[in-house]
């Protein structure tokens, strides 16, 4: 098994739709998790961040963490055609080292 | 400017052929990171290093060498490239009082 396991997608949704992204991960030493969007033919950027369980919120993005059953959650509020992107999740230890997901491909439609 | 630079944005070359690709940033990192995408694959860490003095391997450094000529310069080189390093090659940077990782825009190195 692969310490984070995403779905590769494609996700393809109308305008104004509320999208969930979702990871799962085995390794319990994980204690920060990261949400990187990465653009065509771009770097990919940090989009929000969450330490331990919980939620958080930023505009139109919740990041969700479930350390109990290993479940990690982005969801987008009215979707835009800007939103359309592969979002990657990426979980860390206490070693700085990043675990990326595969990513899921988004496309929001007008 | 951009803070993360990587050259060359492109290169084809010829399998046993000896690579280079190059990172610069004027963030003014300590931490930097080499990573390797393939389709269907994800980001793969290759290489990185918290400071000058300091190189370790990721998961994936077989085929791999790196140089930290400097704290804001990070080199990646293949010594035999081959076939199956054709990918998406991404420098990254971290200051070590914060978890962001800032990317580059990438090389996109074919090995034919």
């Known amino acids: 098994q692969k310490e984070v396991e995403q779905d590769p997608g494609p996700l393809s949704v109308p305008e104004g739709a509320i999208v969930s992204l979702n990871c799962t991960y085995s390794?319990?030493?994980?204690?920060?998790f990261m949400w990187y969007r990465q653009y065509s033919r771009k770097g990919p950027e940090l989009l929000m961040y969450t330490y331990s369980s919980g939620n958080k919120e930023d505009g139109r993005f919740t990041a969700q963490v479930d350390k109990s059953s290993k479940y990690i959650s982005l969801f987008i509020r009215d979707s835009q055609p800007s939103d359309s992107a592969t979002y990657l999740c990426a979980p860390r230890g206490s070693n700085y080292k990043l675990t990326f997901g595969k990513g899921t491909l988004l496309t929001v439609n007008p | 400017d951009a803070d993360v630079t990587q050259t060359p944005r492109n290169r084809i070359t010829k399998t046993g052929k000896r690579i280079m690709l190059e990172c610069s940033q004027t963030?003014?990192?300590?931490?930097m990171y080499w990573y390797r995408q393939d389709p269907g694959l994800g980001l793969q860490l290759i290489y990185y290093s918290f400071d000058v003095k300091d190189i370790n391997k990721g998961e994936i450094s077989d085929g791999y060498s790196v140089s930290r000529q400097a704290q804001a310069k990070f080199s990646l080189s293949l010594e035999s490239a081959i076939p199956n390093q054709t990918a998406l090659y991404f420098c990254?940077?971290?200051?070590?009082?914060?978890?962001?990782?800032?990317f580059g825009p990438g090389t996109r190195l074919t090995v034919l």
């Open positions: 963030k003014g990192h300590d931490r």
């Open positions: 990254a940077t971290s200051d070590s009082s914060r978890d962001e990782q800032f």
């Open positions: 390794n319990s030493a994980f204690q920060y």
